[in-house]
């Protein structure tokens, strides 16, 4: 099982592997060698503008348009103001830095992670991701969360200009808020929010902890050989922060909130409003409520909310061309020659299957384990070199297995019995059942079953000049009785 496990991302860095990384073509050379000191940085050559970069995470991201709007503007905007950070004075420097750091909300397997990472991808900045949870779990450590821009630095190879440019993606942000029903303790969920927040408006991060004895050795020793002092601090200005979370309760904090606005007011439709539009009325202090300090709701001035994906939403992420999914399962066939296809109605089916396991676009990939394990583990061994997923396979996959396994060593049995006599052998259906059903019965292979139930009819066939043959119900009921029969009436037929 362990093989099979498929990962999304991989096929993910394949289809893009070639494709992107265009938006942002530094120079190298001026970029590393001029970043010892702060503000002589060369500009930056980006490109892309908002609308390109929406069309292009449209392309590979279903139903999430809205979201796609905002983070595509706010993302092209953040990369594009580096541009000019060297043409503005000092007082626009200081009053203008607002960074657009951005909060995702939305459940699990609806986009979340897919999007950064296209969009780092596409903008071609090192980019990495991780848990916040990691930090809570530590507790109030100041050093830990500058772990993630050493890490930038690790992603970059070791380019600290590259790196201060590049993103980073925090997850299940929503872990370190210091709700009180929460259990742990929330001076540690704040001391990590309040570490966060500096590093995501501006800090310096030192490239070497002071604990890492090895690295800083290191550092020494190279100073001496090469004479230089390398550029040892990471300044967080630039650095782009996407955090996200389900934030699983905040539509009660919201709901409480409209409600109370609403008492003696008409009563409005929010008690009834779904989820989603409840999420998407989500305001500081609704955030604050949850358990974020203000100051660190205040450097995400970006709130995006994400769609739940209906069934619709999950077929079409099948059909894309671009879906990683089907994509990915086909390989994995393709991994044994074997050509898989889906029918439409099969990835109908799917989607509803995958709808039912409320884990979004996750679902589809544990619908489509589930469904082909069975084919996966089995048809390797066999000459079978294509399946189609219909309704068929997915409603009854044993029968339909067993099915294709049968046809598989009846073709094979012909195939040799071609090659060693000269005779192909037909089959009818009603033949094949009874095969079938005695190989079952008796435990032993098909392919074994019809060598001893066949073993002397190339004598006979040949003996009639015949080059094919057609096996009926009555040649497998009485094998020998009914070539005898045949050759006795060949010959009077004949004289
Ligand atoms: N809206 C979507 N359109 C197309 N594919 C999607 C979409 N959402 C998810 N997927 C597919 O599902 C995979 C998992 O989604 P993703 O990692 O983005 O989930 P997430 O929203 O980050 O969830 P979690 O909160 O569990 O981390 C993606 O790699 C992608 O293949
Ligand atoms: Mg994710």
């Known amino acids: ?236 200005r630039n650095i782009l922060f996407i955090v996200s979370g389900a934030f699983g309760g905040l539509n009660d904090i919201i709901k409480k909130r409209l409600n109370m606005q609403s008492i003696g007011f008409e009563k409005t439709a929010s008690v009834a409003a779904d989820m989603q539009d409840l999420l998407k009325k989500a305001k500081t202090e609704d955030l604050m409520n949850y358990g974020f300090e203000s100051e660190f709701v205040g450097r995400l001035p970006v709130y995006v909310v994400l769609n739940e994906l209906d069934v619709e939403g999950l077929y079409k992420i099948l059909k894309n061309k671009f879906s990683s999914v089907v994509m990915g399962k086909k390989l994995d066939f393709r991994a044994y020659d074997i050509d898989l296809s889906f029918t439409d109605e099969a990835l109908r089916i799917l989607a509803e299957k995958a709808h039912a396991e409320k884990t979004g676009a996750r679902g589809l990939l544990s619908v489509f384990e589930k469904t082909l394990i069975k084919f996966e583990k089995t048809l390797p061994s066999t000459e079978i070199k294509k399946l189609e997923v219909n309704r068929e396979l997915i409603d009854s996959p044993d029968a339909v297995l067993k099915k294709l396994l049968l046809t598989d060593s009846i073709k094979s049995f012909q195939k040799n019995f071609l090659l060693v006599h000269g005779i192909f052998l037909e089959f009818d259906q009603s033949a094949l059942d009874i095969i079938q059903n005695r190989a079952l019965e008796h435990r032993t292979s098909i392919k074994g079953l019809c060598e001893e139930m066949f073993h002397d009819y190339h004598h006979g066939i040949k003996l009639m000049g015949l080059e094919s043959f057609r096996i009926t119900e009555e040649a497998v009921n009485d094998p020998d009785g009914y070539l005898e029969r045949y050759i006795k009436n060949n010959y009077k037929k004949k004289s």
């Open 1 to 236: 099982m362990a093989n099979s496990a498929y990962d999304p991302s991989k096929d993910f860095e394949e289809i893009l592997k070639n494709e992107f990384s265009e938006g942002l073509k530094q120079d190298a050379e001026t970029m590393g060698s001029k970043s010892g000191v702060h503000g002589e940085r060369s500009e930056m050559n980006f490109n892309i503008k908002p609308e390109e970069l929406e069309s292009y995470l449209n392309k590979y991201v279903i139903g999430q348009s809205d979201a796609i709007e905002v983070i595509a503007t706010k993302v092209c905007t953040h990369f594009n103001r580096m541009k000019i950070e060297t043409r503005l004075t000092e007082e626009e420097r200081i009053i203008g830095n607002i960074k657009s750091n951005i909060l995702l909300i939305g459940p699990t397997g609806v986009g979340k992670t897919y999007i950064v990472k296209l969009i780092a991808k596409k903008i071609g900045v090192p980019f990495i991701k991780a848990d916040a949870t990691k930090f809570s779990e530590t507790g109030y450590v100041g050093g830990d969360v500058e772990d993630l821009v050493r890490d930038l630095v690790h992603e970059a190879d070791g380019d600290i200009a590259k790196a201060e440019y590049g993103i980073i993606y925090l997850d299940e942000i929503d872990k370190i808020a210091a709700s009180g029903q929460l259990n742990g303790p929330d001076v540690s969920r704040s001391g990590v929010q309040r570490n966060l927040l500096k590093l995501m408006e501006e800090a310096e991060v030192d490239l070497k902890t002071p604990h890492d004895l090895a690295s800083q050795v290191e550092a020494a020793m190279e100073a001496q050989r090469t004479g230089k002092v390398k550029r040892q601090k990471i300044n967080t």
